[in-house]
């Protein structure tokens, strides 16, 4: 019975794939033929020489350094809006606030960051300061639902204790509740840096600066030496924030 739901199953994704190339008119013999291939191989062969000359790696390094800026800048700020729309969305200040609070970050995470991008370059024109406000926006509102579930979910004993013997609310915040949920939200905030860094080089592309940008412009120009010098900077910049990211993880979450 089995062996013949997984066959049907087959034969439907099968119908459905050979279904999505009728619709859409795909024309496979003109893709790979009349000297397709060959084109194909020139186009990327053209990408096997970077541009390593001072001048292009002095304008990579300083792109770099923007989209470094741009996503570290951008997460900081999600973290501090995340932690303020965090308190009332899991409840502290009551459900009519939580309710309001819970709301605006699902508004805030739907809007993809390159939506926000597109509306923020039109608030704050082009360049580094629209991707961080994008960056910033959509990532508060990602951080801020999984700061206020891991707040949901901590123990209430510690505080309860703080405010039992007299301490303030705030106190009992930052000396009961805290301890236990910062290294869940150090954690979640350096993922959120790694996406960043992936997502600044692509936000270049609605004019929002950075290494997107410096690609969007050789590409647009058909400088496929120095679109390859770039493409090599953003791995490597993904791999050092990568192996940085996990350090600081490794000595302050899992210790």
Same mark, same amino acid.
């Given at each position: 019975m089995?062996r013949?739901?997984?066959?049907? @199953?087959?034969m439907?994704?099968?119908?459905?794939?050979l279904?999505s190339?009728?619709?859409l $008119?795909?024309?496979?013999?003109?893709?790979?033929?009349?000297?397709s @291939?060959?084109q194909?191989?020139?186009?990327a062969? %053209?990408?096997?020489?970077?541009?390593?000359?001072?001048?292009?790696l002095r304008g990579v390094?300083? *792109?770099?350094?923007?989209?470094l800026?741009?996503?570290?800048?951008?997460?900081?700020?999600?973290?501090?809006?995340?932690?303020?729309l965090?308190l009332p969305? !899991? $409840? %502290?200040?009551?459900w009519? @606030?939580?309710?309001?609070? %819970?709301?605006?970050?699902?508004?805030?995470?739907?809007?993809?960051?390159?939506?926000?991008? !597109?509306?923020?370059?039109l608030? !704050?024109?082009?360049?580094?300061?629209?991707?961080?406000?994008?960056?910033?926006?959509?990532?508060a $509102?990602?951080?801020? %639902?999984?700061?206020?579930?891991?707040?949901?979910?901590?123990?209430?004993?510690?505080?309860?204790a703080?405010?039992q013997?007299? *301490?303030?609310q705030?106190?009992?915040?930052?000396? *009961?509740?805290l301890?236990?949920?910062?290294?869940?939200?150090?954690?979640y905030?350096?993922?959120?840096?790694?996406?960043?860094?992936?997502?600044?080089?692509v936000? *270049?592309?609605?004019?929002?600066g950075g290494?997107?940008?410096?690609?969007?412009t050789?590409?647009?120009l058909?400088?496929?030496?120095?679109?390859?010098t770039?493409?090599?900077a953003?791995?490597?910049?993904?791999?050092?924030?990568?192996?940085?990211?996990g350090?600081l993880?490794?000595?302050?979450?899992r210790?």
């Amino acid at each position: 019975m089995n062996r013949a739901i997984n066959g049907l @199953l087959l034969m439907a994704i099968l119908a459905a794939m050979l279904a999505s190339f009728g619709y859409l $008119g795909l024309d496979l013999p003109a893709l790979i033929g009349d000297g397709s @291939l060959s084109q194909m191989a020139d186009y990327a062969g %053209r990408f096997a020489h970077p541009d390593v000359s001072a001048d292009a790696l002095r304008g990579v390094a300083q *792109g770099a350094l923007e989209t470094l800026a741009m996503s570290g800048l951008g997460t900081l700020l999600a973290v501090v809006i995340g932690v303020l729309l965090a308190l009332p969305a !899991a $409840g %502290r200040f009551g459900w009519p @606030l939580q309710a309001a609070a %819970r709301l605006l970050l699902n508004a805030l995470r739907a809007i993809p960051e390159l939506v926000w991008a !597109a509306l923020t370059v039109l608030a !704050a024109g082009l360049g580094p300061n629209a991707g961080t406000l994008a960056l910033a926006l959509h990532t508060a $509102g990602v951080l801020g %639902r999984l700061f206020a579930e891991s707040l949901e979910n901590a123990p209430v004993a510690p505080a309860q204790a703080i405010r039992q013997q007299g *301490g303030g609310q705030l106190v009992a915040f930052c000396f *009961g509740t805290l301890p236990n949920l910062w290294p869940q939200w150090l954690a979640y905030s350096l993922y959120r840096w790694e996406n960043n860094i992936r997502m600044a080089s692509v936000l *270049g592309f609605v004019g929002a600066g950075g290494l997107g940008q410096m690609l969007y412009t050789t590409l647009s120009l058909f400088q496929e030496a120095q679109a390859s010098t770039v493409i090599l900077a953003m791995l490597a910049l993904v791999v050092l924030v990568d192996a940085f990211s996990g350090w600081l993880r490794q000595r302050y979450v899992r210790a």
